[in-house]
């Protein structure tokens, strides 16, 4: 039997990034709204992860929109609960 490494190993490698259906797995239209309304100007990450709704379900939409750059936050700084995220239309 061939091991994990060895396995990996002899994949062929990824070229221009990873396809395009990998990333909207994340993308639930309906918790997306819920967050860019919650965000609009502004609110801490957790705040407004759970005014969306359960932070297990709305967390990863909300890292997928800012992958998106559909929300924004400074993060040039450590990412916490406490970093306020903005929709980038908003104020």
Do not use: Y
């Not at 936050?73 to 609960?81: D, I, K, P, Q």
């Amino acid at each position: 039997m061939r091991s994990a490494a060895k396995w990996i190993r002899s994949w062929p490698p990824i070229t221009g990034g990873l396809p395009a259906t990998v990333i909207p797995r994340c993308g639930q239209a309906g918790t997306e709204a819920r967050l860019l309304k919650a965000f609009g100007s502004g609110l801490e990450l957790m705040e407004g992860a759970e005014a969306a709704g359960d932070p297990l379900a709305t967390l990863p939409v909300l890292f997928h929109l800012m992958s998106r750059r559909e929300l924004t936050a400074e993060l040039s700084l450590v990412l916490s609960h406490r970093t306020v995220v903005r929709s980038a239309g908003g104020g």
